[in-house]
């Protein structure tokens, strides 16, 4: 089963976490039709897969329409956001349910032969992440 690996920054992936941030923005998108299983990279200087989530249905459209449709529970300032979309003229929404928070974060550099962090994503063999998790118990 494929998943996908998603790069956050540490300040976003804490909003996730609170619950204060239930929508990921992304310029690009992976096939979700494959992807069942979203796992969430926290970025340098944590540099570990945190949780993971179910992608709901995701939400194409103009950073306007996306920022009307979704600024409650985007976890982001109106200027981040549109700072992010800076000359775009598409994105996409990407809503975070079913969030599993791992106890022990994961070490991709442990889990993965040659481990590179994605600059927004890759597709990963989730049974990999899953006996990851499962040796942490």
């Not at 990921?24 to 992807?35: A, V």
């Not at 249905?57 to 103009?62: A, E, H, L, R």
């Amino acid at each position: 089963m494929t998943g996908v690996l998603l790069s956050i920054k540490p300040k976003y992936v804490q909003a996730i976490l609170e619950g204060t941030k239930h929508y990921e923005f992304r310029k690009k998108i992976f096939n979700d039709s494959n992807s069942k299983t979203v796992y969430i990279y926290s970025s340098s200087p944590m540099k570990k897969i945190v949780a993971c989530f179910h992608p709901g249905k995701i939400v194409q459209g103009s950073p306007d329409f996306l920022w009307e449709q979704f600024r409650e529970f985007s976890g982001l300032s109106e200027s981040e956001f549109f700072n992010y979309f800076s000359g775009k003229e598409t994105g996409y929404a990407i809503p975070i349910d079913e969030l599993e928070t791992f106890e022990e974060p994961i070490n991709p550099y442990n889990t993965f032969e040659r481990f590179v962090p994605p600059q927004s994503f890759c597709y990963v063999d989730s049974p990999s992440i899953v006996q990851s998790t499962n040796e942490l118990k």
